[in-house]
């Protein structure tokens, strides 16, 4: 039995470490690790270019029913609703309770941009591999987007979380920050943004900011 015990606990230790190889597999090729998204300047304008997207289909500012446009305009009546969603149904009869679902995509949808910005500054703050002048328009476009979507929580909400970080442990206790303070927030990081950002647009289309875009939201 001594030796029959011996082969079995040999064979669960084998099997234990091959299942730990088993599961540990390369990061899919369409997939980029964190580090390896600053490696390159066009991986960079990749994830940039991917917060304007997000920007376009979720949060404060999407053109889709429900972002600000939509919601503000049935709930101060320049917008009638005749459809069958109660969450809207509230904006229109102002009516609106804390478990509204719009309410929370609202809140976290522009909260998960403001994490990304978050992200690609801290990226470009550790690379090495991107030029000065890249990292400086990228930065200033990271820095605008957080002011910008704050500009957008602290009127709609109020007293709001100022998020700088991407640090899971500091954001779990952030505590909300004052309107004043949010306001100079605001104002620190779009003036950032201006020093930085060249003036030409970063694409042919016009649709990411540049210098004079931080001036006219700092106006």
Known sequence: MKYINRI???????????????????????????????????????????????????????????????????????????????????????????????????????????????????????STAISDEDKARLTGEALFLRGYLHFYLVNVFGDVPYVTSTDYNNNTTIFKTSQAQVWQNIISDLTQAESVLPENYPVIERVRANKAVATAMLS
């Open 8 to 126: 079995i606990v040999a064979i669960i230790v084998c099997w234990l470490y091959s299942c730990e190889n088993f599961t540990e597999v390369d990061t899919p090729q369409s997939q980029l690790t964190s580090p390896a998204v600053f490696k390159n300047v066009t991986t960079a304008n990749a994830a940039m270019a991917n917060i304007y997207a997000r920007l376009r289909e979720d949060g404060m500012v999407t053109g889709t029913p429900g972002g600000l446009s939509s919601l503000m305009a049935n709930y101060s009546d320049e917008m009638q609703f005749y459809g069958s969603s109660i969450d809207m149904e509230q904006f229109n009869n102002h009516t609106i309770v804390p478990s509204n679902s719009l309410i929370a995509s609202l809140w976290n949808g522009t909260y998960g941009e403001i994490y990304a910005a978050n992200a690609i500054l801290e990226g470009l703050a550790n």
